[in-house]
């Protein structure tokens, strides 16, 4: 087994966790149609789906958006 790929693996499974939990606590940041699953279906499968119909990239582009520090930018 590539100790690379585990590796990579690890860092997806760490991203995708830190996206449920964050989405379960603030469901506000998926859109609407999400949010009715929630209160029809619970939050849990509403952040499941949203999670799961999510491309690798925009995942990893909402993982930063939500987590990484913006840079101070110098005027």
């Known amino acids: 087994v590539d100790k690379e790929a585990k590796r990579e693996e690890k860092k997806v499974d760490k991203m995708i966790a830190e996206l449920y939990e964050r989405l ?44 990484v520090p913006k840079k101070w930018h110098v005027l």
Not at 36 to 54: C, L
């Open 24 to 67: 379960c606590a603030d469901p506000s940041l998926m859109p609407n149609f999400y949010m009715q699953i929630a209160y029809h279906e619970g939050i849990d499968r509403a952040v499941a789906d949203y999670i799961s119909g999510m491309s690798d990239e925009y995942a990893t582009r909402l993982f930063e958006d939500l987590f």
